[in-house]
């Protein structure tokens, strides 16, 4: 069995965590902050943070347009809340100055499930992963309000899409790298290396 290499990227947001979770999923894990990090890995986790934030360091570290070359090209992105952000196609309540990503035909609105003070957990039942409902940490989380005919929805809380895929691109609302179960980062490693 191929050991993939997923980078997470490093220019802020909940790095250490998903490291951590991508390797008990039998990844091979790492920062990724520059674009020639980025060529070296297979695959690439997008985490929670601040999606405005992170979109400017993007452009600070010369990382956007390599990132969306690598998204265009087929390169599989995982991006839990902030990276779910930065992986829509089209945002509600975003910045004017907001760049994102692409690569899920979704609209996504930012911190729909409420402030900071607002935040819980909640169990989710996502398809395709078997043993139970996933743990979901939602932390000023986006939903998605809608998709596009590419995109599959594979989770919902509340009446809200909160975990979508399109090909090889994940995406969900929550934090599963904050619960200690690794099942959706094995769900991720598992479409990596079915691509290898």
């Not at 909640?122 to 992963?129: H, L, M, P, Q, T």
């Not at 090909?167 to 079915?194: I, K, Q």
Request: glycine share 12%; net charge negative.
């Amino acid at each position: 069995m191929t050991t993939p290499t997923i980078g997470v990227l490093a220019l802020q947001g909940d790095v250490r965590e998903h490291l951590i979770a991508l390797a008990a999923a039998d990844a091979v894990a790492r920062p990724v902050r520059r674009p020639e990090e980025l060529t070296e890995v297979d695959a690439l986790v997008i985490p929670g943070g601040e999606s405005t934030t992170m979109s400017k360091l993007a452009v600070l570290f010369g990382m956007l347009e390599p990132l969306r070359e690598r998204v265009r090209a087929g390169m599989p992105v995982y991006g839990t809340c902030a990276g779910m952000i930065m992986l829509a196609n089209k945002l509600l309540d975003g910045r004017e100055d907001q760049e994102t990503l692409g690569g899920i035909d979704m609209i996504v609105r930012r911190n729909a499930f409420g402030r900071q003070n607002e935040s819980f957990e909640a169990k989710i039942d996502f398809a395709g992963i078997e043993g139970g409902p996933v743990e979901g940490v939602f932390i000023r989380a986006p939903w998605v309000e809608s998709v596009g005919g590419g995109a599959e929805v594979l989770a919902t809380y509340d009446g809200h899409t909160v975990a979508v895929r399109q090909g090889n691109v994940l995406a969900t609302s929550f934090h599963p790298e904050l619960t200690g179960d690794d099942r959706v980062h094995a769900y991720f490693v598992d479409m990596v290396r079915a691509g290898l």
